[in-house]
């Protein structure tokens, strides 16, 4: 009887394995052109046993979209006999461009902070590495006004509850790209948590790209930067001298 009951407690235990993720995106391509004021994307897919059949079970989902990474200058202003100048800075390495959050419940519900900090599962757990030494309470400054900065503006985002589980498989998220969403490669993880611990993962990716005139200035700010600051520099003093004429014959 007690080899029995081992055998089927083993059984058990392996016959639990972990679900797979099938996840798919709305549009794997993000055309930047003029006139344009943001886009919504849909991050869809299912939970899935090995098979191929539903899981059965429930599973917390967790989805990230995080835009390329880059490195960035911070630079803290400070008042002085009134008026406003630089003050400390410092520099962080792979800062996201952009990040979206969403998942079926508070994070703090589903995993812990470890967890969290592993798969950067929040704002709070971003790795913004900085470049050199610096003191850990400057450290954090520095990276909480970053955060607040790009909260503001629509390129950091949080959404609680914003991941829905329909019968246990198939899920869904709406995720917003702003207007001054940067280009590049995004990469879109899906996470599928259980008792606090990450058992599937997958993850797909979109492009967001300039097309037409904004593609055109782009590229030749690029490849060109001198002779393109030089062109900036004599646009603007032709308008200033041309809106000066146009107001002396008013």
Do not use: C
């Amino acid at each position: 009887m007690r080899v029995l009951l081992a055998l089927l407690t083993l059984f058990a235990l392996t016959g639990a394995r972990d679900p797979i993720l099938v996840p798919e995106i709305s549009q794997h391509e993000v055309d930047l052109q003029q006139g344009f004021t943001g886009t919504e994307l849909l991050l869809f897919g299912a939970v899935l046993t090995p098979e191929g059949s539903r899981a059965a079970q429930d599973y917390d989902i967790v989805v990230v979209l995080k835009g390329p990474t880059q490195s960035i200058v911070l630079r803290e202003k400070q008042k002085v006999a009134g008026i406003w100048i630089n003050a400390a800075s410092t520099e962080l390495r792979s800062a996201p461009s952009y990040y979206a959050i969403a998942s079926s419940r508070p994070i703090a519900d589903i995993v812990d902070d470890k967890t969290a900090a592993i798969y950067e599962l929040g704002l709070k757990w971003l790795q913004l590495s900085p470049i050199g030494a610096i003191d850990p309470e400057e450290q954090t400054r520095f990276s909480g006004g970053l955060v607040d900065l790009n909260r503001r503006t629509g390129l950091y985002r949080e959404q609680e509850g914003g991941v829905t589980v329909k019968e246990q498989v198939l899920y869904q998220a709406r995720i917003e790209l702003p207007s001054r969403v940067p280009t590049g490669i995004y990469t879109a993880e899906t996470f599928a948590i259980s008792k606090g611990r990450v058992v599937a993962s997958a993850s797909s990716q979109v492009e967001v790209r300039k097309l037409g005139v904004e593609r055109a200035i782009a590229n030749f700010a690029e490849n060109y930067g001198f002779a393109y600051g030089l062109l900036a520099v004599f646009v603007s003093v032709a308008m200033g001298w041309l809106a000066g004429r146009l107001f002396a014959l008013i």
